[in-house]
């Protein structure tokens, strides 16, 4: 019995695409849990019945032998793992493996690795690159690490039915985590470059709009071409993509990173400033992609925040 835990923007959609996969090897349908019950009733239904609502939490700790959890925050796995561990410890159940997806800080990694021990689990850390559109296709590309033959064990779960590959860096967990937060802090220079060049297209008269074509002929990273899209266009849906909050829990955790390996992420600092203008910019406002942090450039530049 496979469990998934979380189905936020990015959670949904993985557990949507391994309980097709799980439902086409004849095996038991995936459970799912979130803290509000209608989006794993929105799993169920999106996965044709392939999946199947688990009440509580406890429920997914008691019944199932290899758990997925796709969470928002660091507070939020520490509340969700405690319950998941008792509930193990608590119905004796025995050889379950935990593959967590959240992006957390490598110290969490750790301390869940410990209390997974403690109740007799294995547990590994498994971190997906890509935004919605890319896990809707079973696209991404995992940072994972951790024992060998849980490792192994997860592959199987994870290519090619939510990911397309993986990069493996050794037996400690943290190592996922910490390569999360280095990979993400690419993503958000590139966000920050971005913004600062599209600011100064709009300045010029030359516009945004002409950046964005030149990054498609000459600097065509799916995510490159993704943010620059949404900076010409001013359109930061967050539901298709990571909010600001989640952006600005990431980006702190990048500067921790780097200030406690004595490498200043100055790129990484000027983007937690836009995005903690931005936050005030927005309030009262629907949620926005953490993209919208160019609305905090285009303030000081002397433009409309979110509007042309």
């Not at 169920?44 to 928002?72: D, P, Q």
């Not at 004796?92 to 007799?120: C, H, M, Q, R």
């Not at 829990?249 to 406690?260: C, S, V």
């Amino acid at each position: 019995q496979v469990g998934w835990v979380g189905l936020g923007n990015m959670g949904k959609l993985m557990a949507i695409n391994l309980a097709n996969a799980l439902n086409g090897q004849g095996a038991p349908k995936l459970k799912v849990w979130n803290r509000t019950t209608s989006k794993s009733e929105e799993a169920v239904n999106e996965s044709n019945g392939s999946a199947e609502v688990a009440k509580e939490v406890e429920e997914i700790g008691a019944t199932c032998k290899v758990i997925f959890s796709s969470l928002a925050n660091d507070d939020v796995v520490k509340a969700v793992y405690k319950q998941l561990f008792d509930s193990v410890k608590k119905n004796n159940n025995t050889n379950v493996l935990f593959i967590e997806t959240s992006t957390v800080y490598p110290d969490v990694t750790t301390a869940l690795l410990n209390d997974a021990k403690a109740v007799g689990a294995k547990f590994i850390a498994a971190l997906p690159f890509g935004q919605p559109p890319v896990a809707k296709t079973a696209q991404l590309a995992f940072a994972i690490a951790g024992e060998k033959p849980s490792v192994e064990t997860a592959k199987q779960y994870i290519v090619p039915h939510i990911g397309r590959m993986v990069l493996e860096f050794g037996e400690d967990p943290s190592k996922a985590s910490t390569f999360k937060l280095i990979g993400n802090s690419i993503i958000l220079s590139t966000v920050e470059m971005m913004t600062e060049s599209m600011t100064l297209a709009e300045k010029t008269g030359i516009g945004a709009d002409r950046v964005l074509e030149w990054v498609e002929a000459f600097y065509p990273a799916p995510s490159a071409i993704n943010y620059a899209t949404k900076i010409a266009s001013l359109k930061f849906v967050a539901s298709g993509g990571f909010d600001l909050q989640g952006g600005l829990k990431d980006a702190t955790h990048i500067a921790r990173l780097g200030k406690e390996n004595d490498c200043q992420m100055h790129i990484v600092e000027q983007a937690i400033k836009h995005l903690n203008t931005t936050i005030d910019l927005n309030k009262g406002q629907e949620n926005k992609d953490w993209a919208a942090l160019a609305a905090a450039q285009r303030v000081q530049s002397g433009l409309k925040p979110f509007e042309k």
